[in-house]
């Protein structure tokens, strides 16, 4: 049994910041990809960011420049860094752990004023 618990959503004004974490715990398996996806009202899930356990990242383009992963594997965290936010980058953020199959969070809510 695998679970992944979310922290850090809120509402925060465009231009602000705001860090998400994401800690897994039961059976986590060395070799996996650890990142989170989003999805706004009416709009399909998408990548936010990912990191493989050897370190190799994968950004959505909509967020490249501003949003920065990283893991800690001692702690079997990941988070997200979020700088710059938009308005457009509201939506209900999802962690996401792969390792053969794929674990979701139970989402945390980041809503950005304008």
């Known amino acids: 049994q695998v679970q992944l618990v979310e922290s850090g959503g809120g509402l925060v004004q465009a231009g602000g910041s705001l860090r998400l974490s994401c800690a897994a715990s039961?059976?986590?398996?060395?070799?996996?990809?650890f990142g989170w996806y989003r999805q706004a009202p009416g709009k399909q899930r998408e990548l936010v960011a990912t990191m493989s356990s050897l370190r190799t990242t994968n950004y959505g383009d909509s967020v490249k420049g501003r949003f920065t992963v990283s893991r800690d594997n001692a702690k079997n965290t990941v988070y997200l860094q979020m700088d710059s936010l938009k308005p457009e980058d509201t939506a209900v953020y999802y962690c996401?752990?792969?390792?053969?199959?794929?674990?979701w969070g139970q989402g945390t809510q980041v809503t950005v004023s304008s």
């Open positions: 039961g059976s986590i398996v060395s070799v996996n990809v």
């Open positions: 996401y752990l792969r390792m053969g199959l794929v674990y």
